[in-house]
């Protein structure tokens, strides 16, 4: 790993032990049968918005970054609070040579970097504690590190304004009575609204339980 950077990690994210089950379970089986999302259109919602000047934020198994990315000159670099994720992720992508940070993005950063082009959340709000507007202060933090014109982008599992399976809805239940979700609060106008009052061309397209979004760090 190119650079190290610990922080006090207060945000419970949800960290997967078993990068290989991960994808798998949640990327494959739940993601298409439960949360009525396949992990396709997630995918072409990345390379969609993903550019060569890139920082990815709650890396889960790192499987957008290698399955997404193609093999080209770019920086690359991931922040997470969990440390055994963070190398895990880091070693699948290798061959991009990733900057890495631990570090809590629900607290004010101080990360030792220039700026980036693009940000991705992807499937970080639900882990996350508190209501939607709570959550929200992370793009506070990570918008120091986005440049002007540059792109914010990703997705989460919401609990209001979407539509969901009863599958989804006894799956939701069970995950955020046992601490892997945190999202009954989460809301699809609470969360345009937390885009719009800090970001330009705000973008939302909800498929099944899943919200994909992008937004504009002012304009260039």
């Known amino acids: 790993m190119k650079q190290s950077l610990l922080f006090r990690a207060t945000a419970s994210n949800y960290a997967p032990s078993l990068p290989s ?15 009525r999302c396949p992990t396709k259109f997630l995918r072409q919602h990345f390379r969609t918005h993903v550019t060569l000047n890139h920082l990815d934020v709650g890396v889960g198994s790192g499987y957008f970054l290698d399955k997404c990315l193609l093999e080209q000159k770019r920086r690359l670099a ?3 609070t969990d440390n055994t994720t963070l190398e895990a992720a880091a070693t699948r992508i290798e061959r991009f040579k990733p900057e890495v940070y631990q570090a809590d993005v629900l607290s004010p950063l101080n990360l030792p970097c220039k700026k980036f082009d693009s ?3 992807n499937y970080l709000f639900h882990n996350l504690s508190g209501a939607i507007k709570e959550k929200a202060v ?15 982008f990703g997705s989460t599992i919401l609990s209001h304004g979407v ?7 006894k799956l939701m239940a069970f995950y955020n009575q046992n601490g892997r ?10 969360l345009r609204e937390e885009l719009e009052s800090r970001f330009t061309n705000v973008k939302i397209e909800v498929k099944g339980s899943v919200a994909l979004f992008s937004a504009r760090n002012g304009e260039r």
């Open 21 to 35: 089950l991960y994808d798998a379970w949640d990327l494959g089986i739940a993601n298409s049968l439960i949360w």
């Open 163 to 169: 539509c969901h399976s009863f599958a989804a809805q």
């Open 138 to 152: 992370l793009m506070d933090h990570l918008k120091e590190y986005l440049h002007d014109g540059g792109t914010i």
């Open 181 to 190: 979700f945190s999202n009954t609060r989460d809301y699809r106008n609470g």
């Open 78 to 80: 991931l922040i997470d």
């Open 119 to 121: 940000i991705s959340i």
